[in-house]
Every structure is written in structure tokens, then in C-alpha cells.
């Protein structure tokens, strides 16, 4: 699975646009269907205002944020499934993130041409969902039309293997079949590892994206209160952007002028802001940082590593020549003050290498090579 969020929706629906601002990187942007065709990828910094408050108790030389990885997927139509559309191509580039962005158009506009010829996001979700679950069935019966000569296969663990994914590869065709995507199925650790080489397109986190118009974002519309229905089914994020205002934001040149700007409207934060932060959080990542003189940074590391795992997202070398690491929660020094004040507290502790690294520690890694 990849480490990154893919924008999908269908054609008109504002994806380009919201890719546009988030990146701050011109992505093609016009009012008729496929004008993306290969997929726009765009490396985004992740607020953060642990590291802005690290920053103000510890002077640096550099301030260094986390990132993660967008791209861009032209829209996708009904039958995209049967290669309507750019079909398969479109569900290739599905295939290789991590986390579905799912762009609805929430908004009215007579002069944006809609695919379907209406605003309707119950149906525009229903369409991706469906052809995205027809993909993910034809890859199940692929499936199991193998299956009958792995279980006739001299190889005892490629019988036993196929032996345990027939149940559950018949249990996938069933939901796929009625478009209930995998993601709503209970699996067991060890069923996951034995789904993990069909690459499935509806077993993806799922992140809903009402693009609105500034009315929107004062208060829910009938069109944002579907998605809203939708989404509680699902047990997925729900985030409001006006694609319009976030590109007039991202075309502002200092934080402080956008800070304003959304200070003038009334926003305490941008859409952009709470998509990077939900997309981040939905793919797995969480941050340590390390702080001193020369420079601050968040690193990105995933939920439940080892502190020597931890030390590697920084330096191979940190990995192998592990001995011990120096750790503090950044809680504690917004609390007290300073290091200084973390150390006098007993704070400040040493961990070997089981230990399991936790959001927002601030870690400094010793280390022999």
C-alpha cells in the first residue's frame, strides 16, 4: 500500500483545484471532463503547531515540518470499471495510494458543467464506490478461478494457503458483488495477510471531501448533510473545503497574509490544514521530533514502532548503532517551560530499544558505529 492520500472523485467536482492550492503547484484546472489524465503529485508540509510552540521554547537555525504525499487521480465516470472513461488507467493510479480522498461536489453552479447532470452526492459517491467495488471483484474472481489448481499444486503450503483464502475470498465476492466495499468487512491479522497481495481498491481508508462554496462553511448544506449520512455509515472523516477560497488563499505569498485572511472570514483554520492532518493521521503516520540549535524537525514514523526503528527514519547508521535514546513528551515542555525545567521534574527519561515510540515525544538518539 502507498504511503500517500490519493484526491478522487468525478469529473468537475473541484479535485484539481483543491490539489492546486494544496501543493501551491499549478495542476491542470478547466471546466470539462478527464482534464487530468496522468496523475499530479505533490509533496505537502504537515501543520503542526506542536512544532511552532518547539520552536518558540528552543531557538533553531531551521524549522523542518513532517510531509506527506498527494496525487491527483483524473475523475473517474460510471463503467470506469469496463474501461469507460480512462477507465482502468484511472484505477491503476487508485491502486497505488494509501488513502482515498473523495472529493463531492456540494455546491450549485450553473456555470460548472456537472457529469451527471445534476448535484446529487448520495449518487456521485454510489458511482465511485460502485465501480470501484466491480474493480476489486473482478480482481476476487480472478482470484478464485486459481484456485482450484493451487489446491492441486504438489507445494503443501501453496495447498494450505489456498485452503484459507477460498472462504475468504468467496466472503469478498459476496459484499463486492452488492457494492459493500472491503473496508466494511471484519478480518482477522491473519486473513489481512493473506488479502494483501489482491491490492484492493475498497479495503482503502476513506477520506469524504465536501468541496462547498463559502456559504457551505458557515453552516451545512442539504448536500453536505448527505455526505455527512454517508460517511457516519462508513465510520469515515468528513472534511469542508471551498476549493475557490483555498485557492485565493495558497496564491497569498506570507503565513502572515494568509493568516489574515482567514482571520477576515472568521475561519480559525483552513480546509486545507484539517485534509493534510486527517490524510496524515488516516495513512498510519505519527510524529517525534527532535529539537536543538541547529534545527528543529518532525519526523514521520508509524504507529507502533520500536525506538530503534525510529532512530533509522532518521539515519541507517542511528539503527544499527543503537544504544539509547533521550526522550521527553513535547506536553512536558509546553507545561514547564524548558529542558531545563523537564530535567529538574524527572521528565526526561532513557529508553533501550523496546521501547515503543509515542506521538509527540522529542528524542535525542545515542548511537555507536
Not at 59 to 73: M, S, Y
Not at 332 to 345: H, M, P, Y
Amino acid at each position: 500500500m502507498g504511503m500517500n492520500c490519493g484526491i478522487v472523485g468525478l469529473p468537475n467536482v473541484g479535485k484539481s483545484t483543491i490539489f492546486q492550492a494544496l501543493t501551491s503547484a499549478p495542476a491542470e484546472a478547466a471546466n470539462y471532463p478527464f482534464c487530468t489524465i496522468d496523475p499530479n503529485v505533490g509533496v505537502v508540509a504537515v501543520p503542526d503547531s506542536r512544532l511552532d510552540k518547539i520552536c518558540e521554547m528552543i531557538p533553531t537555525k531551521k524549522r523542518v515540518p513532517a510531509v506527506v504525499e498527494f496525487v491527483d487521480i483524473a475523475g473517474l465516470v460510471a463503467g470506469a470499471s469496463q474501461g469507460e472513461g480512462l477507465g482502468n488507467k484511472f484505477l491503476s493510479h487508485i491502486r497505488n495510494v494509501g488513502v482515498i480522498c473523495h472529493v463531492v461536489r456540494c455546491f450549485e453552479d450553473p456555470d460548472v458543467v456537472h457529469v451527471g447532470g445534476k448535484v446529487s452526492p448520495e449518487s456521485d459517491i454510489e458511482t465511485i464506490n460502485t465501480e470501484l467495488a466491480l474493480a476489486d471483484l473482478e480482481t476476487v474472481e480472478k482470484r478464485l478461478d486459481k484456485l482450484p489448481r493451487l489446491l492441486r499444486s504438489p507445494d503443501k503450503e501453496a495447498v494450505k494457503e489456498a485452503k484459507l483464502t477460498e472462504p475468504l475470498l468467496n466472503r469478498l465476492k459476496d459484499s463486492l458483488g452488492q457494492a459493500v466495499p472491503a473496508r466494511n468487512l471484519e478480518f482477522e491479522d491473519e486473513e489481512r495477510l493473506l488479502l494483501r497481495d489482491l491490492h484492493l481498491l475498497t479495503i482503502k481508508k476513506q477520506i469524504f471531501v465536501c468541496n462547498v462554496d463559502e456559504a457551505g462553511l458557515e453552516a451545512d448544506n442539504a448536500h453536505v448533510l448527505a455526505v455527512r449520512k454517508v460517511a457516519e455509515a462508513e465510520g469515515a472523516r468528513v472534511v469542508l473545503i471551498c476549493g475557490k477560497l483555498e485557492a485565493e488563499i495558497a496564491a497569498l505569498e506570507t503565513d502572515e497574509e494568509r493568516a489574515e485572511f482567514l482571520a477576515d472570514m472568521g475561519i480559525a483554520e483552513s480546509g486545507l490544514s484539517q485534509l493534510i492532518r486527517a490524510g496524515y493521521a488516516a495513512l498510519g503516520m505519527r510524529t517525534f521530533f527532535t529539537a536543538g540549535a541547529d534545527e528543529n524537525r518532525a519526523w514521520t514514523f508509524q504507529e507502533g514502532v520500536l525506538a530503534p526503528e525510529a532512530a533509522g527514519v532518521i539515519h541507517t547508521d542511528f539503527q544499527k548503532g543503537f544504544i539509547k535514546a533521550e526522550i521527553y513528551h513535547c506536553d512536558d515542555l509546553f507545561t514547564l517551560g524548558s529542558e531545563d525545567a523537564i530535567r529538574k521534574a524527572g521528565k526526561l527519561r532513557m529508553e533501550g530499544k523496546t521501547y515503543i515510540v509515542k506521538d509527540g515525544d522529542v528524542i535525542f538518539f545515542k548511537f555507536n558505529v
